[in-house]
């Protein structure tokens, strides 16, 4: 399993989206409030006796937030969002969603929602 969760942060890292890149460039190396972010984190859980992980976009340890980035995708699978974001938040963490076009449109609104979640 570890190996499955390294190569898929590894490749998640790699194409990221151009709103993901943005929202990095943002809060890396502690730039939000002097909170520590960790992007493509993988949360791991277990449901009917088996492992599991997920890859958030971006992790906040010390606040427990998970910061998601939506694509066009997630429009078609909101039930699927939904039944991860209540794993996370089952799991004691928080999850907060920008779309793609928010934070390419108005990074400042995005930054702005983050800081009152932190």
């Known amino acids: ?57 971006f992790y906040c340890h010390e606040m427990k937030l998970v910061i998601e980035i939506d694509g066009t995708v997630h429009e078609r699978q909101k039930d699927y969002d939904e039944l991860r974001t209540y794993i996370i938040n089952t799991l004691g963490m928080k999850v907060i969603r920008f779309r793609n076009a928010d934070v390419l449109n108005d990074i400042n609104k995005v930054l702005a929602r983050l800081r009152e979640q932190l």
Do not use: C, Y
């Open 1 to 57: 399993m570890a190996d499955l969760i390294r190569e898929t942060v590894r490749n998640l890292r790699r194409k990221q989206t151009e709103a993901e890149a943005m929202i990095w460039l943002a809060v890396r190396n502690r730039k939000l409030d002097g909170k520590k972010f960790l992007r493509q984190h993988p949360i791991r859980f277990e449901i009917d006796g088996k492992s599991r992980f997920f890859v958030a976009d």
